[in-house]
């Protein structure tokens, strides 16, 4: 037995059974963005996960899927959406949200008709999972290709990381003593979006960043992160209305950012991809003042105030 199915066996001795979550991913992978869904869970199961998240590959498996529905607490489904929004772009239905979209008639995914069907037999045969949700990724392109297009595969990260993230949501209540063991597959998928980042940096010259303080880490994952990212060349201190911290990580273009008010209240925690950070750019009408005052500087004007004292 390895030591991940070691941990995830003596912890659910020690307090019970902890909530199945089947995270499934739907969709065609040689259909191009069809299968995004497959990419997402594929991802997954190469990170390290808390126990009781399973990544299943669910393809076009459609009414075969039912035995696993009946096993599971809880499901997350990850497919290719389709609302007409921007590709690229993700979103998570609950319940609620589901079911309130898809009694409008609207279409959510590209395989809507398969998931009413099989969540109404599941409903019949009285194994619906206690909790559903769908994590879709707006498509760009739906044609005979395995692969994705730019905007989607961008998006990978970041569904990784929302997808680990809620199911961390759902078991919150009987998860917190696996926090330490959860915080490995959130720094993974965090490093995940980092390179998504990176690479849009590069091909794209837009930058980006992610806001650490909207998200569920512990002081420990946080400090695994940063030794992760190592450390760079640069490194800079800034007091203006507080204090700003700005430290470049052991890969060039990405920023570790910290910024405090004036009683030392961390206000923002930051990991910026960019050339240069975005506080460290001077603004134009503060260069042109600049510019009017810089003739003061000079000897001659030095001189000229001598002389007129």
Do not use: Y
């Not at 066996?9 to 869904?37: F, M, P, R, W, Y």
């Not at 869970?41 to 459609?62: F, I, K, N």
């Not at 994590?135 to 994705?148: F, N, P, S």
């Not at 400090?223 to 450390?231: S, W």
Request: charged share 20%.
């Amino acid at each position: 037995m390895d030591s991940r199915a070691a941990f995830s066996d003596a912890t659910a001795t020690a307090s019970g059974k902890h909530q199945e979550v089947l995270v499934l991913g739907l969709g065609n992978i040689l259909l191009g963005d069809d299968g995004v869904g497959v990419h997402v869970v594929r991802r997954l199961a190469a990170a390290a996960l808390p126990p009781g998240l399973q990544p299943l590959d669910g393809g076009t498996m459609g009414f075969r899927l039912m035995d696993v529905f009946a096993k599971s607490d809880a499901i997350l489904l990850v497919d290719a959406l389709q609302l007409g929004g921007r590709a690229g772009t993700i979103r998570l239905l609950e319940t609620d949200a589901l079911n309130r979209h898809v009694r409008r008639g609207g279409r959510v995914s590209a395989h809507e008709a398969g998931l009413i069907d099989l969540l109404t037999l599941a409903r019949l045969e009285g194994c619906t999972p206690a909790r559903v949700a769908l994590l879709g990724i707006e498509t760009q392109r739906i044609d005979w290709d395995e692969a994705l297009s730019p905007p989607v595969t961008e998006a990978l990260p970041a569904a990784c990381r929302l997808a680990i993230e809620t199911v961390l949501e759902w078991q919150q209540g009987g998860m917190t003593e696996l926090a330490s063991f959860a915080d490995d597959g959130l720094v993974d998928a965090l490093l995940m979006e980092v390179a998504g980042l990176l690479a849009r940096l590069i091909s794209h010259g837009e930058s980006g960043a992610i806001d650490l303080r909207g998200l569920p880490l512990s002081s420990s994952c946080i400090g695994d992160l940063q030794r992760r990212l190592g450390t760079g060349e640069v490194s800079i201190q800034l007091a203006a209305a507080g204090r700003s911290d700005i430290h470049e990580t052991g890969f060039p273009g990405v920023w570790w950012t910290r910024h405090a008010d004036e009683a030392g209240r961390v206000i923002a925690l930051l990991i910026e991809v960019t050339s240069v950070p975005g506080i460290l750019l001077a603004d134009a009408a503060d260069m042109a003042q600049g510019l009017q005052r810089l003739p003061a500087a000079t000897h001659v004007a030095a001189h000229d105030r001598a002389r007129r004292a």
